[in-house]
């Protein structure tokens, strides 16, 4: 056993855990620790005070708290609890959350042993042992300095559209108090843990679970034998096994055998490990190139390595390259790149028998009439994932509810199922509640990744730097089961002339299936590589012209009645391209003359899913007699803020206070509305939840009526529709990004964005500095490469060389608001392009620097580049 006093009284816990985080978290119940890594210790998330000081508990023994005072944000004075939560939400210095507990305490002990000279540069020195995936750092620092000087605001709540003011649930997740699904501990639970593939592509010839069986503490071991429904799952197409089984042939390191279950996380994943599988190894295919050639199939019982082809073409683009006064051929690779959200995946699936009520996290519902199933899930898509479940486990859709859980960030990769499926099925047969939660490294390799894209282009311009022509083609790896990978490709071609008014112009691309990782969703989602490359371009022929960046983009950007890319006639909402251009132009003159490397970027993306598809979001607002007005809608919170644009909405329509205003997404209410991508949440949402209000209004408010509110977008075309002036995405986004170098260091970067309306200003400024801060990553260090045999090289957070606090330059944010006529509020998003310009930038910086052209992502760290003979 081992004593220690843990927020001033003294405890007892037994010595088997393998770290001081385990028994705060799974003997104490202290949850403000957030597991992040165990053990590795490379995120910070568990953060507490030993004796004092800033210690990793992940890291952190027993034998090293043993009489120790240890301290937790549970314990800190009610003075300091209200000092940093309203810091922290007051500057808008947390967006998911997951890493926010960490942080603070960090903070905490910086403060007690500096004080008022605690620094900015300082503090961001000492904060390199915490990871923060969201924000970028800036205002992570502006509240430190706050703090540091005793000059905290108050944290206010905001008001209607236009405001700025903290986010929905800013100090509860500031001080960790509000529950993460690996916090939720109901009573009974068991815990799950996978049995990966060891192999990107075998057979599988037998699984022996008995010896993991035989473990004790083990209550049931798992396989594709087990599920009574349908084997796959799918966003687009239902080709993704929850359970390799017997029979059955792994098609990358992430595929599930078996799900072991058992009284503790830590008996589970022992238990785990004893699984034994017998394989037949094959050669996997890792090359894309040499996939899409082969007669032989990558994944198993899927016909043929091309997921898609998207492809358009408009004029005589041979004629216009021919007849080009300056031209450009060059090829682009980007690589593949971990989301590294902090939160790993987590599942709680919760068995409630007829005559019970539903355990929802915002109350109890009336006891059910029938067997039903509580999924807790923190997927960007909580009726798919109850719609999959339900096919999986072969009952009725309205068995399974899901309730979301706010996850710990995602950005695209928490679209697809994790571990929802296995944990469901376990809970559902066992009829007991379990929770799967993966480890970093399940997690690294089981989610999709970003798409690695390999793209030629040739481009050429008159004499005065007009461009005439581009010919692009793409090959983009996507790893064995389609995710959304065919999606991503499309979006790559429809945004490869990038910002551009281009008359002629021949576009294809190719989705090829490896056994390499998934690829999927992720943060700008196939237009950051498609207009790295377009960026690229563009400077090219803009030394050639004899013009600066900043003026060959002036000549070329569109504007009302041009047409885009696949033949779309632009709207008066492009003004805002023009206008981000003009308001980065006078830092980037002065940069110039000043003798500083800078680097432009300009880009777009569109809003929401586009492309012909008919989208339909619905909203519920519903007043109580207590006064709380709940507002459901049908999007994820990853800490985009998506919350808060539902809870601004509804104060700028009914005139309610932000505080009255109860903000809730389950499937008790047929809502669903897909993925929660692309900026959709703010578009979509911010549309279903104002008609609702309006009803609302107009039917007198009266309490206990639910008021179903909608928006719909059904005016879009695919691309191989054939309509000679297609509108293939309602909505744009535009973004100019400067990147300012001194002596080959980033030290400033000015990044205007086109938001067309800033729902919350503080907010918005957040997703920018977040988005530089992970675009400088992809730009410059970020990488996810696997070797010959599929198996990725890098294995832990720090080996992605993700930016940390003391490497992220000066961020200036320049909200531009044009708005666009066919959005609610003239709302265009501003997450899902935050990076799109910046890794151009960064490589036109680097060339003003040292005079070399770079087409190669990431641009300085060759260790997390593409192999070069995966592309031939």
Not at 78 to 89: L, P, Q, S, T, V
Request: charged share 20%.
């Amino acid at each position: 056993m081992t004593d220690f006093v843990l927020n001033g009284t003294p405890v007892t816990v037994g010595d088997h855990h393998e770290h001081l985080l385990a028994a705060l978290r799974e003997e104490l119940e202290v949850l403000s620790p957030k597991d992040g890594c165990s053990p590795s210790g490379q995120c910070g998330a568990c953060t507490v005070l030993v004796d004092g000081k800033a210690r990793v508990a992940c890291q952190t023994g027993l034998d090293k708290a043993r009489d120790a005072e240890v301290l937790t944000l549970e314990g800190l004075t009610a003075d300091e609890r209200h000092r940093f939560g309203n810091a922290f939400a007051a500057f808008g210095a947390l967006q998911c959350g997951f890493c926010t507990p960490g942080i603070v305490m960090r903070v905490k002990s910086m403060l007690d042993k500096k004080g008022s000279g605690l620094t900015r540069e300082g503090a961001a020195r000492l904060m390199g042992g915490n990871l923060c995936r969201c924000t970028g750092y800036t205002k992570i620092l502006d509240a430190v300095q706050a703090l540091a000087r005793d000059e905290v605001p108050p944290a206010e709540a905001p008001k209607g559209i236009g405001s700025r003011g903290i986010k929905y649930e800013a100090l509860p997740l500031a001080l960790g108090s509000r529950p993460f699904i690996d916090d939720l501990r109901p009573e009974g639970l068991l815990h799950g843990a996978v049995h990966l593939s060891a192999h990107a592509r075998a057979d599988v010839l037998a699984i022996d679970v008995s010896a993991a069986a035989a473990v004790p503490g083990v209550v049931a071991v798992f396989t594709g034998t087990d599920v009574p429904g349908e084997l796959r799952s799918g966003i687009i197409h239902k080709d993704w096994p929850v359970f390799i089984p017997v029979g059955g042939r792994t098609s990358y390191l992430g595929d599930v055998l078996a799900l072991v279950v058992a009284e503790t996380r830590a008996t589970a994943r022992e238990a785990a490990k004893l699984v034994e599988v017998t394989y037949e190894v094959l050669p996997p295919m890792t090359n894309p190139a040499e996939a899409v050639a082969s007669d032989d199939d990558a994944v198993w019982e899927l016909d043929g390595n091309v997921l898609s082809t998207s492809s358009y073409a408009r004029g005589d683009v041979a004629e216009a390259l021919a007849t080009a006064v300056h031209t450009v051929s060059e090829t682009f690779q980007t690589q593949r790149i971990e989301h590294a959200f902090i939160e790993p995946e987590s599942t709680l699936a919760v068995p409630v028998p007829a005559g019970e009520t539903l355990p929802l996290t915002h109350g109890s519902s009336e006891p059910v009439d029938f067997d039903r199933l509580l999924v807790f899930s923190g997927g960007q898509g909580i009726w798919d994932d109850r719609d999959d479940i339900a096919r999986i486990l072969d009952v009725p859709t309205e068995t399974v509810v899901t309730e979301l859980i706010s996850n710990g960030g995602a950005f695209g990769g928490k679209e697809d199922m994790s571990n929802q499926a296995q944990t469901a099925l376990a809970a559902w047969l066992l009829q007991r509640p379990v929770s799967t939660t993966f480890s970093r490294e399940e997690s690294l390799l089981v989610h999709p990744k970003r798409h690695p894209i390999r793209m030629t282009y040739e481009a050429g311009c008159d004499g005065d730097g007009k461009l005439t022509g581009l010919r692009v083609r793409m090959l983009g790896d996507s790893g064995p089961y389609a995710s959304v990978g065919m999606k991503v490709l499309e979006r790559a071609a429809g945004h490869a002339s990038g910002p551009y008014v281009v008359p002629n112009i021949d576009v294809e691309a190719v989705a090829a299936r490896t056994n390499n990782p998934v690829c999927g969703a992720f943060r700008g989602f196939g237009a950051n590589q498609a207009q790295f490359a377009m960026e690229g371009v563009i400077d090219r022929l803009a030394e050639q012209v004899g013009i600066s960046g900043w003026e060959m983009r002036s000549r070329n950007v569109i504007t009302p009645g041009d047409v885009w890319g696949p033949g779309q006639v632009m709207d008066e909402g492009c003004r805002g391209a023009r206008a981000c251009l003009d308001a980065v132009g006078p830092a980037y003159e002065a940069a110039v003359a000043d003798g500083r490397a800078a680097g432009l970027g300009l880009g777009l993306k569109n809003s929401g899913l586009g492309n012909g598809i008919v989208e339909i979001a619905r909203a519920v607002v519903h007043l109580r007699p207590d006064g709380v007005v709940e507002v459901r809608h049908s999007y994820t919170e990853m800490g985009q803020g998506v919350h808060t644009v539902a809870q601004q909405v509804a104060v700028e329509e009914l005139g309610v206070r932000a505080e009255q205003i109860e903000v809730i997404v389950d499937t008790t209410r047929e809502l669903g509305a897909g993925q929660t991508t692309g900026s959709r949440g703010t578009l979509m949402g911010a549309g279903s939840v104002a008609d609702a209000c309006r009803k609302a209004l107009a039917d007198g408010c009266r309490v206990g009526v639910d008021y179903v509110g909608e928006y719909r977008v059904d005016w879009t075309h695919s691309l191989d529709e054939g309509v000679e002036e297609p509108i293939i995405h309602s909505t744009f986004g535009y973004a100019a990004q400067l990147v300012i170098m001194s002596e080959g260091v980033v030290e400033k970067v000015v990044a205007a964005h086109d938001v067309g309306r800033a729902v919350n200003p503080l907010l918005c400024e957040g997703q920018v500095e977040g988005a530089v801060h992970m675009g400088l990553g992809y730009a410059f260090s970020e990488g996810f490469p696997c070797d010959p045999d599929g198996l990725p090289l890098n294995t832990t957070l720090r080996s992605l060389d993700i930016i940390r606090p003391k490497d992220m330059p000066d961020v200036e944010t320049i909200l531009v608001e044009f708005p666009e006529p066919n959005s609610p509020y003239g709302i265009k998003g501003v997450g899902e392009i935050g990076l799109v310009p910046t890794a151009g930038a960064v490589a036109a910086a680097m060339h003003a620097h040292d005079g070399l052209w770079r087409n190669e992502l990431p641009l300085i760290n060759e260790a997390n580049r593409e192999r070069a003979d995966s592309w031939r």
